[in-house]
């Protein structure tokens, strides 16, 4: 079993619509949760930083983790299509990151 | 404020050639980790460096090394290259240890 896994897609959604990405891992002990945006032909850039439990807000992005779940959320609300990009989920000193999302928002 | 550098963008070498990549850190940041992606494995934790030192190292062979020098620069090198270690190559660096990096764009590795 991966450390990390995450739906690959691809996501096809409409502008303007809520956008879920999800992750699952195995190991408890992680507490430090990052997603990353990726644009093709570019390296990773950190959009969402929690440690531990809880709900983090920045503009229209929010991530959510549920340790007792072992389950990571990062919710795009009111999408754009400037979010169309490729999305990862990283753990625990970046060692361990989700394959990514594919995401397209269509205008 | 200048981003994370990586050098050169892209690369074609030949199996069984070395090949040294290079990577350098926004000014300030001590953090570098190195990391490998492939379309069917995703990014792979290569190494990190924090202070001149290794700190945790990545399941890979050890043709894969790296070092990192006073000034925060690092270098990776790949030996006796195969034709799996065709991949992009991504940099990042950070101020503090697990905080969140920037990352390079990284350099584009083709082995024939």
């Known amino acids: 079993q991966k450390e990390v896994e995450q739906d690959p897609g691809p996501l096809s959604v409409p502008e303007g619509a809520i956008v879920s990405l999800n992750c699952t891992y195995s190991?408890?002990?992680?507490?430090?949760f990052m997603w990353y945006r990726q644009y093709s032909r570019k390296g990773p850039e950190l959009l969402m930083y929690t440690y531990s439990s809880g709900n983090k807000e920045d503009g229209r992005f929010t991530a959510q983790v549920d340790k007792s779940s072992k389950y990571i959320s990062l919710f795009i609300r009111d999408s754009q299509p400037s979010d169309s990009a490729t999305y990862l989920c990283?753990?625990?000193?970046?060692?361990?990151f989700g394959t990514g999302t594919s995401l397209t928002v269509i205008p | 404020k200048a981003g994370v550098t990586q050098t050169p963008r892209y690369l074609i070498k030949t199996r069984g050639q070395q090949v040294t990549l290079s990577c350098s850190p926004i000014s300030g940041h001590r953090s570098v980790s190195w990391y490998q992606q492939t379309p069917g494995q995703g990014l792979q934790f290569l190494f990190e460096?924090?202070?001149?030192?290794?700190?945790n190292k990545g399941n890979f062979p050890g043709r894969f090394s790296g070092r990192q020098f006073s000034n925060s620069r690092s270098e990776m090198n790949v030996s006796t290259l195969e034709l799996g270690d065709s991949a992009l190559y991504l940099c990042?660096?950070?101020?503090?240890?697990?905080?969140?990096?920037?990352f390079g764009s990284g350099t584009r590795l083709t082995v024939v």
């Open positions: 990283a753990m625990q000193d970046q060692f361990y």
């Open positions: 990042a660096s950070s101020f503090l240890i697990n905080y969140g990096y920037t």
């Open positions: 190991n408890s002990a992680f507490q430090y």
């Open positions: 460096y924090f202070s001149e030192t290794q700190r």
